[in-house]
């Protein structure tokens, strides 16, 4: 479990000072500190949708390129376990929908394109 440290005047903040665990703060996944934003968040959103580093802080205003960095080389550090985060949240998921069902608003959707094409498939 990382917690932060204090810096001293004019040092310069530590990786443990910008990622930390928390027991009960997101589920105890690495996240940037004094936030709720994990790092796994910031991976999906620089490496998966294209966003830059300047295009998260613009997004996410209190935060600063060095968290986004930080946050980044810290997955790269821990590759493998935010991974396994990544794919465990992606089958809850899956699961939760598959239990949940369509939507009324996707059965609605459902209806009006039926009605739309009048002819069966094929």
């Known amino acids: 479990m990382a917690?932060?440290?204090?810096?001293?005047?004019?040092?310069?903040?530590?990786?443990?000072?910008?990622?930390?665990?928390?027991?009960?703060?997101?589920?105890?996944?690495?996240?940037?500190?004094?936030?709720?934003?994990?790092?796994?968040?910031?991976?999906?959103?620089?490496?998966?949708?294209?966003?830059?580093?300047?295009?998260?802080?613009?997004?996410?205003?209190?935060?600063?390129?060095?968290?986004v960095h930080a946050a980044l080389a810290y997955y790269w550090s821990h590759q493998g376990e935010i991974q396994q985060d990544i794919v465990n949240e992606e089958n809850l998921v899956a699961e939760l929908r598959a239990k949940a069902g369509p939507s009324k608003f996707q059965e609605r959707l459902a209806e009006q394109d039926a009605a739309d094409h009048p002819l069966p498939p094929g």
């Open 3 to 67: 917690t932060p440290t204090t810096a001293t005047a004019g040092s310069v903040p530590s990786l443990a000072e910008y990622v930390v665990t928390t027991p009960g703060v997101c589920s105890g996944q690495p996240r940037i500190a004094g936030t709720r934003i994990k790092v796994k968040h910031v991976y999906i959103w620089i490496e998966r949708m294209g966003m830059t580093p300047a295009q998260v802080v613009a997004e996410y205003p209190h935060l600063t390129m060095a968290q």
